[in-house]
């Protein structure tokens, strides 16, 4: 073979796909990750319902414990937020007396909770106000304040920087089901600035305008191409996209139009996700596998846990 040829091989293996990523294991027959957080640069942040963080790097596929189950009174953590703007990851954090969620070293209640990005110490600890609140998933305006969803409650509360308490920013009964009180889950901010938000007991998504002022406007619940299953935590692709965890067991990805929601299903199959993150032209989703907490009469969870990689297109 000349050189000529080999120069040409050489130039298409080079243009080649790279291999798709694969699943990375972690550590722990307890972790039962309901969050995942990504930073561009492919450093994810993985949190426990029995307290603690892992920091895994997409790149080298390392592992590192990197908070402490209990550490600055976090307990139970349902959502993780990588905050690149104020270099904190936030933790949703919820203690339950008396149940198997009940994490040693935890602050009693409901709490908003940051670790610094760099050094992983605490920084920032706020308790949810009124009453019955459960902290679930975050997301960062364009102004910089954090807006966190109440699943106790049909509100969403925010955080300014700065402040030294959380405050209900909007509070709605447009986001109850029928009959029932709360479930407000993932939130997510879209390229127009607004959130988006599901409720995980009814399968409704929202837009929630925000105000030149701050102020929250209107709230408009989506139609949706297909009905979503018990819609968890979600994550912005840029423009109008989002990438979704249906906890019935599909990852999708939707797109507003106007104020119609066109979901596009990526995977299905899928044990009980409930968190989604994106990085290095991959989607990945964490399995919470709640039902085995729950229920473990009749549910086993399906181990190792993963950090699993998903095209983000079908």
């Known amino acids: 073979m000349n050189r000529f040829c080999l120069a040409m091989l050489s130039l298409v293996a080079l243009s080649g796909a790279a291999p798709a990523p694969e699943a990375i294991s972690l550590p722990g027959d307890h972790l039962h990750p309901e969050s995942v957080s990504i930073t561009p640069d492919g450093m994810a942040y993985v949190g426990s319902m029995f307290g603690g963080v892992l920091k895994v790097d997409l790149r080298t596929r390392t592992v590192t414990r990197w908070i402490a189950p209990g550490a600055y009174g976090s307990g139970a953590l349902f959502g993780v937020l990588a905050d690149l703007r104020h270099h904190i990851v936030w933790t949703c954090t919820n203690d339950f007396p008396g149940s198997t969620l009940s994490v040693a070293g935890a602050d009693p209640g409901h709490w908003l909770k940051g670790f610094d990005l760099a050094t992983g110490n605490g920084r920032v600890s706020l308790r949810l106000p009124g009453e019955k609140p459960v902290c679930n998933d975050m997301a960062v305006g364009r102004d910089g304040s954090l807006y966190v969803t109440d699943t106790g409650q049909p509100r969403i509360l925010r955080w300014r920087p ?4 959380l405050e209900v920013w909007l509070e709605d009964t447009t986001f109850n089901p029928p009959g029932k009180v709360g479930g407000l889950d993932g939130i997510a901010v879209g390229a ?10 009814s399968g409704a998504l929202y837009r929630v305008t925000i105000g030149p002022d701050g102020k929250a406007g209107k709230v408009t619940p989506l139609a949706l191409s297909r009905p979503l299953a018990s819609p968890d ?20 990805r939707f797109t507003v139009v106007g104020d119609r929601a066109e979901i596009t ?9 409930t968190g989604v993150g994106t990085a290095l032209g991959s989607g990945w989703y964490v399995q919470g596998q709640l039902s085995a907490i729950f229920r473990p009469a009749d549910s086993t969870a399906d181990l190792p846990f993963r950090l699993t990689p998903v095209a983000l297109r079908p």
């Not at 299903?265 to 996700?273: H, K, S, V, Y």
């Open 233 to 252: 935590g979600m994550r912005p692709l840029g423009g109008a996209d989002f990438l979704l965890a249906e906890g019935k067991g599909t990852i999708s």
């Open 192 to 201: 127009d600035g607004a959130l988006y938000v599901n409720n995980v007991r």
């Open 162 to 165: 700065g402040a030294t308490a």
């Open 265 to 273: 299903t990526l995977a299905t199959g899928i044990n009980q996700p």
